[in-house]
């Protein structure tokens, strides 16, 4: 199968879940096919793949990175000829082959309301949509949240995202000799922005009771897409035994050195990335109960109340006072993960949908 895909994002140049769906695939996908890849990137061409067509979109408005990236995949298909098309991009250009187009979610980045700009997306969003043969989102969940959007069901297709089981995998925790011998580890991991929710974790952890917060401590985790936001968070973890981490080279071992992770996010997720990441690392997760979460964990962690810090801080002095049911969280979750989201298993279920889409 000759395959081109096309994303106006890809790491390490913007890293967040999307990014490293389509980094999987596109690895999986090398492997077995032949295939041609065209990402734009925003910071420097080295941080995307030196086989790819790179489209810089460097300084430029969207309308702008629109246009160079339609210019540039669509100048690739007349020279490569592919059977089908995998995008990360809804705005993807139109082409003459087959084309399937992965749509994560419909929150924008943003919790809340849909006010007049997420209203104008979803629009934009029906009108591509009506252009590709398939839309691929990656639960239950955000495929019935596209069919409300008005995306035309009979192109959604289902298929959830996976993880990589080697990078993401249970490591001994490490200890410093001058740490107390019951201290808790907290984690939040994700990319820092108002509505994932890590203005909440740092207020659960600053209302712990004083015997549970003097042997527990947080640590903040992620790309930075709001540095606003960062700059509230810093004085919010002032006095606090909280540590901020911002742009680090690999995400894994922070979820490997926590007891417990952390993922009060307030946006409509449509898959839940930090929660499945932990569950594979063998950590307990205690996140905000939303639909495409509880599928995507199937239920395993602890949910509460979406938005309420007060459920939040105690669920995490119930895990701090049971260090037995947090390492049966740990291993129940992480059996769960390897056994439904490794990304062989994923990829089998794209190739099978491309394969039809070329046919």
Same mark, same amino acid.
């Given at each position: 199968?000759?395959?081109?895909?096309?994303?106006?994002?890809?790491?390490?140049?913007?890293? $967040?879940? /999307?990014?490293?769906v389509?980094?999987?695939?596109?690895?999986?996908?090398? $492997?077995?096919?032949?295939?041609?890849?065209?990402?734009?990137?925003?910071?420097?061409?080295?941080?995307?793949?030196?086989?790819?067509?790179?489209?810089?979109?460097?300084?430029?408005?969207k309308?702008?990175?629109?246009?160079?990236?339609?210019?540039?995949?669509?100048?690739?298909?007349?020279?490569?000829?592919?059977?089908?098309?995998?995008?990360?991009?809804?705005?993807?250009? $139109?082409?003459?082959?087959?084309?399937?187009?992965?749509?994560?979610?419909?929150?924008?980045?943003?919790?809340?309301?849909?006010?007049?700009? /997420?209203?104008?997306?979803?629009?934009?969003?029906?009108?591509?949509?009506?252009r590709?043969?398939?839309? =691929? /989102?990656?639960?239950?969940?955000?495929?019935?949240?596209?069919?409300?959007?008005?995306?035309?069901?009979?192109?959604?297709?289902?298929?959830?995202?996976g993880?990589?089981?080697?990078?993401?995998?249970?490591v001994?925790?490490?200890?410093?000799?001058?740490?107390?011998?019951d201290? !808790?580890?907290?984690?939040y991991?994700?990319?820092?922005l108002?509505?994932?929710?890590?203005?909440?974790?740092?207020?659960?952890?600053?209302?712990?009771?004083?015997?549970?917060k003097?042997r527990?401590?947080?640590?903040?985790?992620?790309? !930075?897409?709001?540095?606003?936001?960062?700059?509230?968070?810093?004085?919010?973890?002032?006095?606090?035994?909280?540590?901020?981490?911002?742009?680090?080279?690999?995400?894994?071992?922070?979820?490997?050195?926590?007891?417990?992770?952390?993922?009060?996010?307030?946006?409509?997720?449509?898959?839940?990335?930090?929660?499945?990441?932990?569950?594979?690392?063998?950590?307990?997760?205690?996140?905000?109960?939303?639909?495409? =979460?509880?599928?995507?964990?199937?239920?395993?962690?602890?949910?509460?109340? $979406?938005?309420?810090?007060?459920?939040?801080?105690?669920?995490?002095?119930?895990?701090?006072?049971?260090?037995?049911?947090?390492?049966?969280?740990?291993?129940?979750?992480?059996?769960?993960?390897?056994?439904?989201?490794?990304?062989?298993?994923?990829?089998?279920?794209?190739?099978?949908?491309?394969?039809?889409?070329?046919?």
């Amino acid at each position: 199968m000759r395959l081109l895909m096309v994303a106006r994002r890809y790491p390490p140049d913007i890293r $967040s879940g /999307t990014e490293t769906v389509f980094e999987n695939l596109y690895r999986m996908a090398r $492997s077995r096919h032949e295939v041609r890849l065209v990402v734009g990137y925003t910071r420097a061409r080295e941080l995307v793949p030196p086989e790819a067509r790179a489209v810089d979109l460097r300084g430029v408005s969207k309308a702008q990175a629109w246009a160079r990236m339609a210019a540039a995949s669509l100048d690739e298909q007349r020279r490569f000829g592919p059977d089908v098309v995998l995008a990360n991009s809804i705005e993807v250009a $139109s082409f003459r082959c087959p084309t399937a187009c992965i749509v994560h979610d419909l929150n924008f980045g943003q919790a809340g309301a849909r006010g007049l700009g /997420t209203r104008g997306r979803e629009a934009f969003y029906r009108l591509r949509a009506r252009r590709l043969q398939a839309v =691929v /989102t990656v639960s239950e969940a955000a495929a019935r949240r596209l069919v409300s959007a008005g995306l035309p069901q009979e192109t959604i297709r289902v298929i959830h995202n996976g993880v990589d089981l080697e990078r993401f995998s249970a490591v001994a925790r490490e200890t410093t000799h001058d740490e107390p011998q019951d201290l !808790v580890r907290f984690a939040y991991p994700s990319r820092i922005l108002p509505g994932k929710g890590q203005h909440l974790a740092m207020d659960a952890l600053a209302r712990l009771r004083a015997p549970y917060k003097k042997r527990a401590e947080l640590v903040v985790v992620g790309a !930075v897409a709001d540095p606003l936001f960062l700059d509230q968070l810093k004085i919010q973890s002032y006095n606090q035994p909280i540590r901020i981490e911002t742009d680090v080279p690999a995400i894994a071992p922070y979820y490997q050195q926590a007891d417990v992770v952390l993922f009060p996010s307030l946006m409509e997720e449509g898959f839940g990335y930090t929660a499945i990441e932990a569950m594979a690392c063998g950590k307990p997760v205690i996140w905000f109960d939303q639909p495409a =979460v509880r599928e995507a964990t199937g239920g395993l962690g602890t949910p509460v109340p $979406s938005g309420d810090v007060d459920a939040l801080r105690d669920a995490m002095m119930a895990l701090m006072d049971d260090p037995e049911r947090r390492e049966a969280m740990g291993a129940e979750g992480q059996a769960y993960v390897r056994s439904h989201y490794g990304w062989p298993g994923v990829w089998s279920r794209y190739e099978e949908l491309l394969r039809g889409l070329a046919r």
